[in-house]
């Protein structure tokens, strides 16, 4: 006669959704974002188009040289320089890209996390991690990864790109320059800033097209507003619009980045920095306490 033993049952799983790790959630959403045919072709022409045009300002440097040796004196002065500014700006031809770059990462950033809300298939992703916020910081890690990647990448291939344009006219330059490695990987580090102020702002405002306009209106025109409008009423806006994203941003990758009455390249990469961190905190908080 047999013995009839009941099967163990399976260890349910937490309702909490502790039983997912977050290198789980991680992988999770760095599958939901490569394996989109769109997204993955969207990075590869960005990184074409941030290379091309770093190419084509090292051109336009080395044309610029022609004009230099047939301008006078005086002219030189006009233009800034002569030579020796031509060697100042050769040396910005790796991160020239960054603007193309910062548009793309803004608006790719808004569209993945706002399109989720407006879809409605963020429900999916809050049923398996109730807690939401190791999702949401998921997300913003796999977007500032990307971006970092495809910013500083760039820029290394446009360093070895630009060379041979720039040696033409005796522009080249080391790796090893003052400055230049510091501005290649600050062009990603700035891309990933950029990433996640803009993810935070599609998940507070959790619309697509609301996300992006207010994005590409903090990046570009709210500065461009600053600097031709309205600077000249008080003393103190030029001052305070040094503390935007994008115009400390900038501060990251000039070289040589200190200047007079500007903020240093570590000064402009901890306002990003906290731009970054207040935005991810307000919108987790947010996304914490609002229904989905």
């Not at 959403?29 to 045919?37: G, L, S």
């Not at 600077?231 to 935007?244: M, V």
């Amino acid at each position: 006669m047999s013995i009839q033993t009941a099967p163990t049952p399976a260890p349910a799983r937490s309702r909490d959704g502790s039983g997912l790790s977050f290198g789980r959630i991680l992988r999770s959403e760095w599958i939901k974002v490569t394996t989109v045919p769109s997204t993955v072709i969207l990075l590869g022409i960005t990184l074409v188009v941030m290379v091309g045009l770093s190419a084509l300002y090292a051109w336009q440097l080395a044309v610029s040289v022609g004009f230099m040796a047939d301008a006078s004196p005086e002219m030189q002065a006009q233009m800034g320089g002569g030579m020796d500014m031509l060697r100042e700006q050769a040396l910005m031809a790796p991160a020239s890209g960054y603007i193309f770059g910062q548009l793309l990462i803004a608006s790719l950033a808004v569209v993945l996390i706002a399109s989720e809300w407006g879809t409605g298939m963020i429900r999916s992703t809050m049923v398996a991690v109730p807690t939401r916020i190791p999702a949401l910081l998921a997300k913003n890690l796999v977007i500032a990864l990307i971006a970092f990647v495809l910013g500083a990448g760039a820029a290394f291939i446009s360093y070895f790109l630009a060379q041979p344009i720039l040696a033409a006219e005796n522009l080249e330059f080391d790796l090893a320059a003052d400055g230049v490695l510091r501005s290649i990987l600050n062009t990603g580090t700035y891309l990933a800033f950029i990433a996640v102020i803009s993810m935070g702002i599609g998940t507070l405002l959790r619309n697509t097209a609301g996300g992006v306009v207010t994005a590409i209106g903090l990046f570009f025109v709210f500065p461009v507003i600053i600097v031709n409008l309205i600077q000249g009423l008080a003393d103190w806006i030029p001052d305070a619009a040094r503390f935007l994203p994008t115009n400390a941003g900038d501060r990251m990758l000039l070289i040589p980045a200190d200047e007079a009455g500007q903020l240093t390249a570590l000064e402009g990469g901890l306002v990003m920095a906290a731009w970054a961190v207040a935005l991810l905190i307000i919108s987790l908080l947010v996304a914490k306490r609002r229904d989905v």
